[in-house]
């Protein structure tokens, strides 16, 4: 998890998002716990109920799932639930984006395509 | 029935000519963290000297479970106001010492919990032999946060308790407040002009603006009806026509909006060619409350 | 009202006696281990008026400081003002029994005449109130002060300057009538009972007068 918290976006998303890159990362496997509404509270001085605003988010997505009295936990499947969901915000918030500002440069669809496997295969060179 | 809500209802206040509070009404529900947001002079102290029965009122009551407040020891203990310390008085300087005011939490607090009064004593390094004008501003702001939560009462409310505090203290003071009321659950209000560092801490806002509360709503909810839009001046007015602007700023041709509107009502603007950015709590009070300083 | 007794014994019946008590043993022990330090001896003639005459002042600071702090802890008013009664009572009482035992004391321990020389039989007289007729007059003194005090620290907050001036004038009254009640006392001035009645009658005058303002000051204070 991150250190601190930006204070452009709610903070409820934010934990919710924090707590999805730790699942994708495999921090916190499937039927693990993750971290209860009073340790995020206490983590980031935040109040409860926003950390467990973020937290039922996740349970609503069916990411977590409550156990009565203990916590919640990591649900069965709950990796690639999260990369399904990330994937359509990456199409709306990444992908969406770079076509329109290639579009206001006056990019054409090749010189895009091209630049994006680019940009790939430098990534895929750093990785080295 | 109302077991410990704190309703004031059409309160009334006045100083000579000045009308501080007019026709108010407020419902503070039981367990949560509440921040009471305001200008300078907006009255806040005032409305939590009448909440608290501290103060008097031209008009309104206000009750808490149900009964009235004023004079009544039964509501009366179980509610702290923790006022900011005043190093003079207005008949000289304030030579009570620190324990003066220790005693009479232990005295007046039911719950007083000494134990943790000590413990939080010993943390800050406060001399309970201390006179009061001798104090730093830190460690004023220091007593009155820990006569606060040492009450253990369950209504709470502090006035500027940050005021005086550097960077490090603050930030202890809201792990101390939210370990306090994880611990509790009871019910606090924080009057703050420190908006932004505050704004995570709070379940929900309270923002008294000219002798009303114009919000009392979830920190969240209440920003996430705000976004700043900007973009080609044509653009933007075409998009927010129809919404609530309240703020509008130009540069050259471009335009930055302040907006409240509900989520569902940005689509347009979503596909449209502009920025929409949220606003953090420190700018929607800006926007809600800045009238005066903004006419251009 | 439990609580508000409890507040006023903690932090002002005690505290005045206290202070007091400090200060009477003071002058009683410099003047015993010092009798020839002439300063000494002029503390010792005019002690009988402190704990008397700061009445006044410790009402007056019972209105602009300790009311505050009670009220901003939740103190009911009408807790603290019938409390408060009880308080001025004990406070009053208590300091006009301390002048009469350091007094009493002063007279056992010390060699008066040598201390005060010429003086001697004047303030000596105010020490032992070797005459009886100073005592209602000192006593009403004691119980009425602090009420006057406590009007005045109401009427402070209303009228800064004119507040003062009257504190001013009280003190000096208060000083002049407490040195009328010595040398009454120990014969120097030979006044007849009526103007000590008229005085009493003054002072519970004025005393009733500071009851009524503070008591309707009380029922809408406010912490400032």
Same mark, same amino acid.
């Given at each position: ?21 730790d699942?994708?990362?495999?921090v916190?496997?499937?039927?693990e716990?993750?971290?209860s ?56 918030g990444?992908v969406?984006?770079?076509v ?25 060179n750093?990785?080295? | ?18 009308e ?8 503070i ?10 200008r ?7 409305l939590?000297g ?7 009122k ?12 004023w ?28 324990k ?21 004593m ?89 002798g009303?509360i ?7 909810e ?29 540069l ?45 | ?50 704990p ?8 007056y ?9 009670a ?5 009911r ?29 002063a ?13 001697? #039989?004047?303030?000596?007289g105010? &020490? $032992? %109130?070797?005459?009886?007729?100073a005592?209602?007059?000192? /006593?009403?003194?004691? +119980? *009425?002060?602090?009420p ?13 300057i ?27 001035? #030979?006044?007849?009972?009526?103007? &000590? $009645? %008229? ?8 005393? /009733?007068?500071?009851? +009524? *303002?503070?008591?309707r ?5 406010v912490?400032r």
């Open positions: 998890m991150r250190e601190e918290l930006n204070e452009k976006d709610l903070i409820y998303l934010q934990i919710a998002r924090m707590l999805e890159d699942i994708l990362r495999e916190y496997r499937e039927e716990g993750v971290p509404t009073n340790e995020l509270a206490r983590g980031y001085s935040i109040n409860p109920a926003t950390a467990a605003k973020g937290l039922n988010l996740l349970v609503d997505a069916g990411v977590l799932y409550k156990r009565r009295g203990i916590g919640m936990f990591v649900a069965k499947g709950a990796k690639e639930t999260v990369r399904e969901k990330r994937k359509a915000a990456f199409f709306d990444y969406k984006p770079l329109q500002e290639g579009k206001f440069l006056g990019l054409t669809r090749e010189e895009l395509l091209a630049m994006v496997s680019m940009a790939q295969s430098e990534g895929e750093d990785d080295e | 029935m109302n077991e410990n809500i704190l309703k004031a209802k059409g309160l009334c206040k006045s100083y000579g000519s000045n501080v509070l007019k026709d108010l009404d407020l419902e529900q039981p367990g949560k963290i509440y921040g009471l947001i305001g300078n002079g907006a009255g806040k102290t005032t939590l009448i909440l608290t029965g501290q103060n008097t031209n008009a309104g009551e206000v009750t808490y479970g149900g009964e009235q407040v004079e009544n020891q039964k509501a009366l203990s179980q509610i702290c106001f923790s006022r900011e310390l005043q190093p003079t008085l207005f008949t000289g300087q304030n030579a009570l010492k620190v003066n005011y220790l005693k009479m939490g232990k005295l007046f607090y039911p719950g007083w919990d000494q134990e943790y009064a000590d413990k939080l010993a943390e800050f390094k406060v001399d309970p032999k201390k006179k009061i004008h001798q104090l730093s501003k830190g460690q004023m702001s220091m007593v009155t946060i820990l006569i606060a939560l040492a009450s253990r009462a369950p209504l709470t409310i502090l006035d500027e308790p940050a005021a005086g505090l550097d960077v490090v203290a603050r930030e202890r003071f809201y792990q101390l407040l939210l370990e306090d009321y994880m611990e509790t659950g009871r019910t606090f209000i924080v009057s703050t002009h420190i908006i932004e560092e505050a704004a995570s801490v709070f379940e929900q806002v309270i923002i008294l603006d000219e009303k114009i919000e009392n709503r979830p920190t969240e209440l920003i996430a009806q705000f976004h700043g839009i900007s973009g080609r001046e044509d653009v933007v007015d075409e998009v927010t026509r129809g919404m609530e602007v309240l703020s509008t700023q130009m050259g041709k471009h335009k930055l909006v302040t907006v409240r509107a509900d989520a569902n009502k940005l689509t347009a603007a979503q596909n449209a060619d502009v920025d929409i950015t949220p606003l953090s709590l420190q700018k929607v009070f800006v926007a809600l409350c800045g009238h005066e300083d903004t006419q251009q | 009202m439990k609580q508000a007794l409890l507040f006023l014994w903690d932090q002002y019946i005690s505290m005045i006696l206290r202070i007091n008590l400090a200060l009477g043993l003071l002058i009683l022990g410099v003047n015993y281990l010092f009798p020839q330090v002439a300063i000494f001896g002029s503390y010792l003639t005019i002690y009988p008026l402190f008397i005459i700061f009445l006044l002042i410790y009402g600071s019972f209105t602009t400081l300790y009311r505050d702090l009220l901003s802890f939740q103190c008013r009408t807790d603290l003002f019938w409390g408060s009664q009880a308080a001025f009572l004990a406070t009053g009482l208590g300091c006009a029994l301390l002048t009469a035992v350091m007094g009493f004391l007279a056992h321990l010390l060699d008066l005449t040598a201390i005060m020389g010429k003086e001697g #039989p004047l303030f000596q105010g &020490i $032992l %109130w070797a005459k009886p007729e005592i209602p007059v000192l /006593l009403i003194a004691a +119980l *009425t002060l602090q006057m005090g406590a009007a005045l620290g109401c009427l402070y907050e209303k009228h800064k004119i507040t003062t001036v009257i504190l001013v004038v009280l003190m000096l009254l208060g000083v002049a009538s407490t040195m009328l009640c010595l040398f009454i006392a120990d014969g120097t001035l #030979p006044i007849s009972p009526s103007v &000590i $009645l %008229w005085t009493c009658v003054g002072f519970v005058a004025l005393g /009733l007068v500071g009851e +009524l *303002t503070y008591y000051s009380n029922k809408n204070a912490v």
